[in-house]
RNA sequence: GGGGGUGUGGCGGAAUUGGCAGACGCAGCGGACUUAAAAUCCGCCUCCGAAAGGAAUCAGGGUUCGAGUCCCUGCACCCCUACCA
């Protein structure tokens, strides 16, 4: 027997993959489909142990549903564009390009040493003009159909990556890759309107039952869909603001409410600082230079403390009034910094007695705070229950009350419930909506996706600015726009001063014009990658639509949570829209989702360079080979959970290989002893464990299947050790020269040396393989056989032990025959347990069959 | 503030539909082999107790013959999100 070395079996086995194309799939198999992915890498460098975790889970579910009998589409790329690259060649002067590639050999070179069994010729960069071109024609599309806009708004821009970010990029005020606080800027970029499809995002949501409910969560709240109307305030002239005279302006101001129910109890209106006009708005009211002043501090507060929870509230009257429209009451209008401009109108009705936020407003600029609406055991609600006119004109309350309760100082709505979605809700809304001075709405916190960025290192933006046709689409037969190879970033040239790229004639009108020198967020690449590994080298279209549909949807999609709004929203949009195309037949691009949690060290503390305590990957390979960090990753708990690493618990796994290895050895040498059955005391013994061993083949068997399944992979090798264990037990008492009758002996051998190798091949493939070939001398390889057959019969005990328990407490065990009646074994356990029922009455014995008894006395 | 989740030995974790809590492994302890060590193999290993026995799945209550699992109350921790009107 050869030691098991894994540096010698790993590269020779990956080698010999490779030539014999053994991970490549047709489309045209006869077999079912199966599309396993995982997210697609960004070439940042050497592989993390995150890498490790999440593209072991993707190839041992690939492997293991290869086994069982599917055509397995495993495809593997790189998300090539983005910002890391490009600062690596400022700070090294060189291309992004270069360091982007050389990443990405390095990467797939360590992919390959992990033995992941990857069909490279389906291989995608998205930096790859044969990739990105395709990007640019979707982007035409999109353009085509109305979903691409062009619009000037305030944007987050990051000062350090000197570009604009999409609303889902910016975490608390600061940008999500290098975490600068982000500045507001009034910028014209481009835009995909996602909102269009905020109502089937959300919708489709319901889908997914293969999802994580906190990632469908998540992104339900993104969107954010609020039920609610829309309220017109008639704005009162500045003439005649100081008076009660009728204004006869139409000037209205519309705010979003979902509390129309409480418009009774609106005491003063609010404006958001940014809110558009509001410096015409405010002019000859009297009250410019404070409403100046709130709006220069507003722009002042970083958007780090914005995101900070409980700021205090700043507010300045504006000196300006509006007209109530359920009671034609005048309230003043204040200008606030926490109202949000890009919520709604940017314009509010506030309430104080029933929003807390305006209620800490009322208290601090000393507003009234109308009671409108109470429960009935407040002390107020015996005064006002029924009383339709303002009688109370402001509380003294601690806070304010939030929730439902029965209108009150509410007109002829007094006494009906009031809260979300309630009856004096509608009803208010009906009587708004027959006076025309209201409409139901339905608002989403979703914002248009901003997908413009002002760096190089992306897919060019496929338009033209002519000064005669305007904006014009870059015609199809035009492209891909080529991102120009020759450009000094280290000296500051961007796409918009390097004169080549951005000059050009206008397809139009053919008069000179500029190109577009703007690229595509790289979210826009990894939205359709998994369509383009369904047809990778499709040279006349991003992919054929017969190819796509047969292959997606993604079966299983693995990988990290982080993604659980960006990417994952990102792509069912694309999903959606492509179908609406015409492209695709589904709705949903993942079927099933897969979010595996951190790996962690082994105190549980993120693994970073300033800590000093990241495991690498490849130091672990050079020690003791892919299979056992393979095999060990599995085994460190459930993939969605957190994992923490520690050596020693990958040495263990070590040795499992080792010993099985030498296991799989000693069957397969007494696989050929077919000697007779020797009916001494211990060989009688040996035949117990030999019949012991078979049991546990197919019990295992059954438990392995069905934990692979529900990818429970650390019990999945907790019960292939038991195995292995049974095993060892049997081998030591075959070391003793006992022997087994010929019909169990040799052949029993063999399937159980074959079983182990098998259930262990989706997990350590290149042991297994060796051990396939070499020990069990195959010539075909194990990733190509069938998954073990298992026989639950088989694995059932001839006799099994019950626990008795008297009220619940075990004091006896009584061994029956499996088949045992229940009346029969109600007896033995009545039996076994005299002692303790002794001098008791036996209300009754619950039989549970194969597990327990439970005797119940009085 | 809103949403999602978790709580089991010294540690990672198991217990799939309510049915013998702690599978499997790590660490630890003891033993065999060895001149010795490593490797390997065997045994012990929740806590209290000498033992019989008792207690124990964050705390408290409930449902049930039976609860880690279901229900209620509270505590602790983690993740996401946030002046969204």
């Given at each position: ?13 990956q ?68 910002l ?7 700070k ?6 270069k ?51 062009r619009?000037?708004s ?13 609303n ?43 999802w ?86 507003a ?7 914005r ?38 109108t ?71 419930q ?5 009856e ?45 046709c ?38 139009k ?16 690449c ?54 609406d ?15 595996q ?10 693994m ?50 080792n ?9 397969v ?9 020797d ?11 030999a ?12 438990k392995?299947t ?96 019950l626990?008795v ?39 009754k ?9 439970n005797?119940?006395?009085?």
């Open positions: 027997m050869k030691e098991y070395n894994p540096h010698e079996i790993e590269p020779r086995l080698e010999a993959w490779a030539a014999a194309d053994a991970y490549k799939v047709s489309d045209d198999g006869d077999r079912p489909k199966k599309y396993v992915l995982e997210m697609f890498p960004y070439p940042s460098g050497d592989i993390h142990m995150g890498h490790v975790s999440n593209y072991t889970y993707g190839d041992v579910i690939a492997r293991y549903s290869t086994m069982r009998g599917f055509d397995v589409l495993h495809p593997m790329g790189w998300d090539a564009f983005g890391p690259a490009e600062n690596a060649a400022i090294r002067n060189s291309h992004p390009a360091w982007t590639y050389e990443n990405i050999a390095t990467q797939q070179a360590s992919f390959q040493r992990m033995g992941f069994s990857y069909d490279w010729d389906r291989k995608v960069v998205a930096c790859d003009p044969e990739y990105y071109r395709w990007g640019q024609w979707l982007f035409l599309k999109f353009w085509e159909r109305g979903l691409v806009e619009k000037n305030p944007v987050n821009w990051c000062p350090d990556c000197k570009t604009v970010l999409a889902e990029q910016v975490e608390e005020g600061t940008c999500w890759r290098c975490h600068s606080e982000v500045e507001k800027r009034d910028l014209t970029q481009w835009y995909f309107k996602i909102t269009d499809y905020a109502q089937q995002l959300l919708d489709d949501l319901d889908q997914l039952d293969g994580p409910e906190r990632v469908k969560q998540q992104q339900a709240n993104w969107i954010g869909r609020s039920e609610g109307a829309e309220v017109d305030f008639r704005v009162v002239p500045i003439a005649d603001s100081a008076s009660s005279a009728e204004c006869q302006n139409d000037e209205t101001i519309t705010v979003f409410t979902t509390r129309a129910d409480t418009l009774f109890g609106c005491s003063f209106f609010l404006l958001a600082p940014e809110y558009p006009g509001l410096e015409e708005f405010v002019a000859g009211a009297g009250h410019e230079a404070e409403v100046h002043e709130l709006v220069e501090a722009k002042k507060v970083s958007a780090v403390e995101a900070q929870g409980d700021r205090e509230k700043h507010g300045v009257f504006t000196g300006r009034y509006v007209v109530n429209p359920v009671n034609g009451e005048q309230v003043p209008v204040w200008v606030a910094d926490y109202v949000v401009a890009d919520y709604g940017g314009a509010v009705m506030a309430v104080p007695c029933g929003d807390q936020r305006d209620f800490e407003f009322a208290r601090k600029y000393d507003l009234p705070i109308p009671p409108i609406i109470l429960q009935d055991d407040d002390p107020l609600f015996e005064r006002l229950n029924g009383q339709k006119d303002r009688v109370v004109t402001s509380v003294d309350w601690e806070a304010a009350m939030d929730a439902e309760g029965t209108l009150v100082q509410s007109g002829d709505y007094t006494g009906m009031g809260g979300k979605h309630s004096g809700e509608a009803a208010i809304v009906a009587a708004l909506e027959s006076a025309g001075a209201g409409r139901r709405k339905v608002e989403f916190r979703l914002r248009d996706w901003l997908i413009s960025r002002q760096r190089y290192w992306g897919n060019p933006i496929p338009a033209i600015h002519c000064d005669h305007g904006v014009v689409p870059v015609p199809e037969d035009q492209l891909p726009v080529l991102l120009p190879e020759d450009i000094n970033l280290a000296a500051g040239e961007t796409l918009a001063t390097h004169e080549k790229f951005a000059a050009c004639t206008c397809p009108c053919g008069s000179p014009a500029r190109r577009e020198t703007d690229t595509m967020d790289t979210f826009t990894s939205s359709w990658y998994y369509m383009r590994y369904t047809d990778p080298r499709n040279d006349s279209a991003p992919f054929a639509s017969e190819k796509a549909n047969t292959w997606l949807p993604v079966d299983q999609y693995i990988g990290g949570i982080e993604h659980a709004i960006l990417h994952l929203l990102y792509s069912r949009f694309f999903t959606k829209v492509c179908r195309m015409g492209l695709l037949d589904f709705d949903e691009p993942f079927t099933n989702l897969l979010c949690g951190m790996v962690l060290d082994e105190k549980g503390d993120v970073s360079k300033s800590k000093g305590n990241v495991v690498s990957p490849e130091d672990k390979i050079d020690e003791f080979g892919a299979d056992v960090v393979r095999a060990y990753m599995l085994f460190l708990g459930p993939p969605e959970k957190e994992k923490l690493w520690n050596d020693k618990g990958l040495e263990g796994i070590n040795k499992f290989l010993r099985t290895w030498r296991v799989v050895h000693d069957l040498g007494k696989a050929g002893d077919n000697t007779l059955f009916p001494t005391a211990d060989a009688l013994n040996a035949h117990g464990k019949m012991e061993m078979k049991r546990e083949r197919h019990r295992v068997v059954g392995v069905a934990d692979f399944d529900r990818y429970s992979f650390n019990t999945a090798l907790a019960a292939i050790m038991e195995l292995v264990n049974a095993t060892s037990d049997f081998l030591r008492l075959r070391e003793a020269e006992h022997r087994i009758n010929c019909e169990t002996g040799g052949p029993l051998c063999r399937d159980v040396a074959e079983t182990i190798v098998k259930l262990l091949a989706p997990i350590a493939p290149h042991w297994a393989e060796e051990l396939w070939q070499s020990a069990l001398d195959h010539d075909d390889s194990v990733h190509k056989q069938p998954w073990p057959d298992f026989d639950p019969e088989l694995a059932k005990a001839d006799e099994v032990e626990a328990q008297i009220n619940g407490k075990v004091r006896a065990k009584i061994t029956v025959a499996a088949d045992a009646a229940e009346d029969d074994i109600r007896s033995a356990a009545l039996a076994a347990a005299a002692d303790h029922t002794a001098g008791k009455e036996v209300v014995a619950i039989v549970i069959p194969s597990r327990l008894v005797i119940v006395v009085k």
